[in-house]
């Protein structure tokens, strides 16, 4: 479901510019989600605050951060109350969790079917996570499941959030 007025729990969709937005553009492209046009999720917080996932590791802004950009912002149809608390407790158990760009060429390996003995359960390990995968992790920790095609938790793009959930 996609609204405009972010409520807890909700994650935020937006664009990237520059190199790295750019970076990520062909990363999701190459695990086919094409050119679009949101390379960023954030998971938004009470108190008007987001958890984002960045380079120098996961960590909890002001929702104004993203007041003049171009934000879509996402939840499953009929999301609790109780879910949504319990997605934001998860979420700052994240601050620190360092990013990984490697994390695109392993859910590309994963999508072209390569084998590479023990990549789920090194993806599983690093505790590395880029932002998708920060708040597809925050809603499992809820018990949220957000996808029931078989993925591996933790394959999920920001294109992918968008297709499943902005429909």
Avoid at 8 to 27: A, E, K, N, Y
Avoid at 103 to 118: E, M, N, Q, S
Wanted: net charge neutral; glycine share 10%.
């Amino acid at each position: 479901m996609k609204h405009t007025h972010p409520l807890p729990g909700d994650i935020g969709l937006t664009r990237i510019s520059g190199v790295t937005g750019q970076l990520i553009r062909f990363g999701q492209w190459i695990n086919g989600d094409g050119f679009s046009d949101y390379e960023h999720a954030f998971l938004v917080l009470p108190g008007n605050r987001l958890l984002e996932a960045e380079p120098g590791g996961a960590r909890i802004l002001s929702l104004t951060a993203y007041a003049d950009a171009d934000v879509v912002y996402v939840c499953p149809e009929r999301l609790t109350e109780r879910q949504r608390t319990g997605i934001c407790a998860a979420a700052t158990r994240y601050v620190g969790v360092p990013y990984s760009f490697l994390d695109y060429l392993a859910i590309a390996t994963h999508r072209f079917h390569l084998p590479v003995p023990g990549l789920r359960r090194y993806v599983a390990s690093t505790r590395h996570m880029i932002c998708s995968q920060l708040a597809d992790q925050c809603y499992l920790d809820a018990g949220v499941h957000l996808f029931a095609d078989g993925r591996w938790p933790g394959y999920v793009t920001p294109m992918t959030l968008y297709r499943l959930l902005a429909a």
